[in-house]
């Protein structure tokens, strides 16, 4: 179809964890990874922070998807010490980090924001090692409404890449009583009041429901252990 963009989307591989099956994925979408303008990767790619197992993600990705751009935002298994480790190995990665990207084409103008994204209640990890948790989550959902208002009315179509869940609807399939610990409530208020087109993100493993529509806003878990697939977005 004519100007139609074909993403890629996908998070929590863990390599190298879940590694051959995100081979196995990509493989099963060999024509749209050939038509793919970019790859999005929502956190998570790694286990542990290890930042030499991003290397066979990397490779398998511009092997399958050899014209697309890899854009990623970090996970929480990509550790906030080592973002810069990530960065300067993998500089050929857009890495975003409450920043976006623009993308033009003939028929849109396409604006992708990455960020970890926040939680409702911290860990109890990040609450003894990250003493000012609380602010930073409160920082970047303000930075998210902030930046995706503008763009929007600046005319972009908006796609947000984060890696927390940015709603409780698509955590079915996840014990309630761990919801606070993997979403945020407070980040979709943001979402609602700036209003992006598509929001997609990653963490929910055991998710049953995968995209949900609020406000009109599409919200998509691409987790892979939850989907066992990678996901198709064509805009």
């Not at 139609?4 to 998070?11: G, P």
């Not at 396409?110 to 609380?134: C, F, M, N």
């Not at 890449?161 to 606070?180: C, F, Q, V």
């Amino acid at each position: 179809m004519g100007g139609e963009v074909v993403l890629i989307a996908v998070s929590d591989v863990h390599s190298p964890r879940f590694l051959m099956h995100y081979m196995s994925a990509l493989s099963k979408h060999k024509e749209e990874c050939d038509r793919a303008t970019a790859v999005l990767w929502a956190g998570d790619m790694v286990d542990k922070g290890r930042v030499d197992a991003l290397a066979p993600v990397v490779r398998i990705t511009k092997s399958m998807c050899r014209n697309a751009r890899i854009i990623a935002s970090f996970g929480n298994e990509e550790y906030f010490d080592r973002e810069h480790m990530f960065m300067t190995r993998y500089n050929d990665i857009i890495w975003l980090e409450d920043r976006h990207l623009t993308i033009e084409t003939p028929s849109k103008r396409i604006a992708i924001y990455g960020t970890r994204g926040a939680l409702d209640e911290p860990t109890s990890w990040q609450k003894k090692h990250i003493p000012s948790i609380r602010l930073i989550y409160k920082n970047k959902i303000k930075k998210l409404e902030e930046n995706v208002s503008k763009l929007k009315r600046e005319g972009y179509f908006v796609i947000v890449l984060m890696h927390y869940a940015p709603t409780y609807s698509t955590l079915e399939g996840e014990d309630r009583g761990i919801w606070k610990f993997i979403g945020s409530k407070q980040m979709e208020d943001a979402i609602k009041r700036s209003r992006p087109d598509i929001v997609i993100h990653g963490h929910a493993h055991n998710s049953v429901r995968y995209e949900v529509k609020i406000d009109g806003i599409r919200i998509i878990n691409v987790a892979l252990p939850a989907r066992r697939d990678v996901t198709v977005i064509k805009v």
